[in-house]
């Protein structure tokens, strides 16, 4: 089958684009048809090397997929040959990636496809929506009528996290790097949004919610203590997934006199019981409208190693490159 892969980590180019053999289902397993697949960063520190689980040789990148199942095993119960199924997690902890024309799923990380979304749009949502379900709800358990903070109310896990928020009945304040971006941020229901190229963000921040958010979420690899403590009222949940390498400075006194919480998590090591439970939420909001997908682009599969450079200069770089996922559409010979 053709598939994105490679045998060592490296920069983009050790990312091959060619014929590797298809693999095999067991009793317990599916075989997919990837229709469509969409890039995270972790899939961009998986091939630099900064992840360390044992991957397979060959290993096909990717994580998120959404697709049709060709093959069930003999000891699989709930589904079925034909069915349009969806998911993430693959590509994780030594689990082979999904950027191929088939790929052998647990059933475990399997969801049901609506049959009004588009494998596109379930694809771009994937483990962006699984990671802000899981931090809004599990971690933060944000409640209706509280105010959150989001950076980044475009990127892939901030535009889920904003929606969400909203989809629950919280007020959303959230920044855009551009004008473009912002008019995005407020069509997905953003109360304010704070250009922070123009704007001071803290200045905002404690001038426009002196009594502080109920929640702050630092998307960035580098989470601002300082100001996420100042920015919080008191017993605020501050979100922290990103920045393995981050040794930022923190404000001990101000935090714990206020009674506030850090929240950190990694949506990789959710059981599949907590991932389908937002899943489900996924679905539901998707089908009702209150959770749009935001691609930025659309590219063959053969441009997989130019979507890691620019997943990298988005999320690496602070380029602002994107608006959006990036998915990849995989063609099948059969014209499925
Ligand atoms: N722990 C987990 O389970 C988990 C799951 C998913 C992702 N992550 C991590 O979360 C991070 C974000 O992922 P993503 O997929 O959302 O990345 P992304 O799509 O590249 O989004 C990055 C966002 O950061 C914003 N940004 C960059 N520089 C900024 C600055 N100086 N001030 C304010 N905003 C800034 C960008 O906004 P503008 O374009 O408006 O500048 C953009 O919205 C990554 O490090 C990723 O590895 C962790």
Redesign the pocket.
């Known amino acids: 089958m053709k598939a994105a892969y490679f045998r060592n980590t490296g920069g983009p180019e050790c990312i091959e684009v060619g014929q590797i053999p298809s693999p095999v289902l067991d009793n317990n397993t599916v075989l997919v048809e990837i229709h469509a697949v969409s890039v995270?960063?972790?899939d961009t520190?998986i091939r630099n090397g900064a992840n360390f689980w044992p991957l397979p040789n060959p290993y096909v990148i990717g994580s998120d997929f959404a697709g049709r199942i060709v093959q069930v095993g003999a000891h699989v119960r709930d589904w079925r040959v034909g069915q349009r199924v969806w998911g993430s997690n693959q590509g994780l902890m030594g689990r082979q990636g999904t950027f191929a024309e088939q790929a052998v799923i647990d059933p475990v990380w399997l969801y049901a496809s609506p049959d009004s979304l588009s494998d596109q749009d379930l694809a771009a949502n994937a483990?962006?929506g699984?990671?802000a379900h899981?931090?809004l709800f599990d971690r933060a358990r944000l409640k209706p009528g509280e105010t959150i903070f989001v950076?980044?109310?475009?990127?892939?896990?901030?535009?889920?996290v904003l929606q969400m928020a909203k989809a629950v009945g919280a007020k959303v304040v959230t920044?855009?790097?551009?004008e473009e971006?912002?008019e995005r941020c407020r069509q997905l229901g953003a109360d304010r949004v704070i250009l922070?190229?123009e704007e001071s963000?803290s200045e905002v921040l404690l001038s426009e919610f002196p009594q502080g958010v109920d929640v702050f979420w630092e998307?960035?690899?580098e989470p601002d203590f300082d100001l996420g403590v100042r920015a919080m009222a008191p017993n605020g949940r501050m979100v922290?997934?990103?920045?393995r390498d981050a040794r930022p400075e923190f404000p001990v006194g101000p935090f714990y006199v206020k009674g506030c919480s850090v929240l950190?998590?990694?949506?990789?090591?959710?059981s599949p019981e907590v991932q389908r439970q937002a899943a489900e939420d996924i679905n539901h909001w998707m089908q009702t409208g209150k959770l749009r997908a935001q691609i930025d682009r659309i590219l063959p599969l053969d441009q997989a190693a130019q979507a890691h450079r620019l997943?990298e200069s988005?999320?690496?770089s602070?380029?602002?490159?994107?608006?959006?996922?990036i998915v990849l559409q995989i063609e099948h010979p059969t014209g499925t």
């Open positions: 995270n960063p972790i520190y483990l962006v699984i990671t899981l931090g950076r980044g109310g475009t990127g892939g896990v901030g535009a889920m920044t855009a790097g551009s971006k912002a922070y190229r963000l998307t960035l690899r922290v997934m990103a920045g950190g998590f990694a949506m990789f090591n959710a997943q988005n999320t690496i602070k380029s602002g490159v994107l608006q959006g996922k």
